[in-house]
């Protein structure tokens, strides 16, 4: 039987193409996204699903106005178990979150945004039986995004005053705060140093496929213990 893996993130996850004008923007194409290059990296033994929002947080509520969708539909908190219930049966959950909690709004150090996503994985482990389902909870991956860059696009400069500071000891945070929970861990910035994409929030294609990769292979070493 297939092991199946369901990747949760942001707009990293989501296939955000960076473009000069910050908006609107595209979708990498699903074989191009970091999840799509896991999967076909993996091969047939696994099956890979992705729930990518942009603007999704760790569990905070989205303060600006996005019309079409309310401010806690961007909270993991509120909306995570949902989403593993509906893709259930789940063997593996890939979280990699944080850069939206990263903006000046949220008044959020590294710790705070480390401690949130931990706090995400326990949530995993009561996702037991789903909507009266036999499957156990899925095991969790928490991944340390990329750092922002050091250029960001106009728009995005003061929405993350102080943020590349605080993305560089995100990783740190949460690889001791995973350790301490027994929880599995990457740091996207041990293959991707910063996000390469125009616009200093988002990764290039080629940055994509690194992690997709590196992440393929995370998961077949995790898979084997």
């Not at 929880?183 to 997709?212: K, N, R, Y």
């Amino acid at each position: 039987m297939k092991q199946r893996i369901l990747a949760y993130g942001d707009s990293n996850t989501w296939g955000w193409e960076a473009v000069e004008t910050a908006f609107p923007a595209k979708r990498y194409n699903d074989e191009e996204r970091w999840a799509g290059v896991m999967d076909n990296t993996l091969g047939e033994q696994y099956s890979v699903v992705v729930d990518g929002l942009a603007v999704r947080s760790t569990d905070i509520d989205d303060a600006m106005d996005w019309s079409s969708v309310k401010a806690e539909f961007f909270n993991s908190k509120k909306t995570l178990p949902a989403a593993i219930a509906r893709e259930m049966p789940v063997d593996w959950i890939i979280i990699m979150l944080g850069t939206n909690d990263l903006r000046a709004q949220c008044e959020r150090s590294a710790q705070d945004i480390a401690n949130a996503i931990i706090g995400l994985t326990e949530q995993v482990a009561l996702c037991e039986g789903g909507v009266a389902y036999p499957y156990a909870a899925p095991k969790c991956l928490v991944v340390a995004p990329p750092l922002l860059s050091e250029k960001l696009h106009p728009e995005f400069v003061d929405q993350f005053a102080g943020g590349r500071e605080k993305s560089e000891k995100l990783g740190s945070a949460l690889q001791k705060a995973a350790q301490a929970a027994n929880v599995a861990f990457f740091d996207a910035t041990s293959v991707i140093p910063e996000v390469a994409g125009i616009d200093g929030l988002h990764m290039s294609q080629a940055q994509h496929e690194t992690l997709g990769v590196a992440l393929a292979n995370v998961i077949k070493q995790l898979s084997v213990k």
